[in-house]
């Protein structure tokens, strides 16, 4: 799950040059600073053998963060910026909302 994640962090900072909104600057840093938080808890999760779940309740949380960040931050009016910083953080959110929150740890 982590990995998906990891992937998901880096295309949210890939996003605005492939997207072509990088001239919007809160678009363009909203979606690099969330793609990066996430990306960095997801692949410290992989790479260490700490058993907690808070690196899955950060991600989570940056990806609710970027689900109202076009509202927040007043790029809305960029349909594209919006939609995909939307649709990616609500994709992070799902995917890691279940794993810090709901599931139980393994033993």
Avoid: C, H
Avoid at 16 to 43: D, E, K, Q
Avoid at 47 to 65: C, H, N, Q, T
Avoid at 86 to 104: C, D, K, N, P, S
């Amino acid at each position: 799950m982590y990995w998906v994640t990891g992937i998901l962090g880096l295309i949210l900072v890939l996003t605005p040059f492939a997207m072509g909104f990088s001239n919007n600057l809160a678009a363009l840093w909203t979606s690099i600073i969330l793609g990066l938080v996430v990306a960095a808890v997801s692949f410290y999760k992989a790479f260490s053998k700490d058993p907690s779940r808070w690196e899955y309740r950060v991600a989570a949380v940056m990806g609710l963060i970027a689900i109202f960040a076009p509202f927040l931050f007043n790029f809305s009016t960029v349909t594209v910026a919006m939609l995909t910083v939307m649709v990616l953080g609500a994709l992070i959110a799902l995917l890691t909302g279940y794993q810090g929150f709901f599931a139980r740890p393994r033993t």
